[in-house]
């Protein structure tokens, strides 16, 4: 119905930059919400930042705030994030994900289970 791909990720020396994008097909419209979420190995899945689809507002994990920007492009249906200043412990699988829900025109959610599609993730690997 919908699906999600993610792409950009790579090894990358602590510092550094990349850029994830993620590429909606299928169902698209009524989309309220897109988010990115990151799972280390042994650890649970980690909010990282959500943009609403509409109006654009977004939203950070304290962790990533003033690294990480968050945008879309609705013409592409495609939502990027923008990672500057990646430390050691950003290395995760990162998954973007979006919301169906009508309660995340209002809110931006950071639980993974608020949403409906995840892509299959894209690996980030920091190394010092």
């Known amino acids: 119905q919908v699906q999600l791909v993610e792409s950009g990720g790579g090894l990358v020396q602590a510092g550094d930059s990349l850029r994830l994008s993620c590429a909606a097909s299928g169902r698209t419209f009524s989309r309220y919400a897109m988010g990115w979420f990151r799972q280390a190995p042994g650890k649970e899945r980690e909010f990282v930042s959500a943009i609403s689809w509409i109006g654009g507002s977004t939203v950070y994990a304290d962790s990533v705030k003033g690294r990480f920007t968050i945008s879309r492009d609705t013409a592409k249906n495609t939502v990027y994030l923008q990672m500057n200043s990646l430390k050691v412990e950003d290395t995760a699988v990162y998954y973007c994900?979006?919301?169906?829900?009508?309660?995340?025109?209002?809110?931006?959610?950071?639980?993974?289970?608020?949403?409906?599609?995840w892509g299959q993730g894209t690996q980030v690997t920091v190394s010092s």
């Open positions: 994900a979006a919301d169906y829900t009508p309660i995340g025109a209002l809110v931006l959610r950071r639980t993974a289970t608020s949403y409906d599609y």
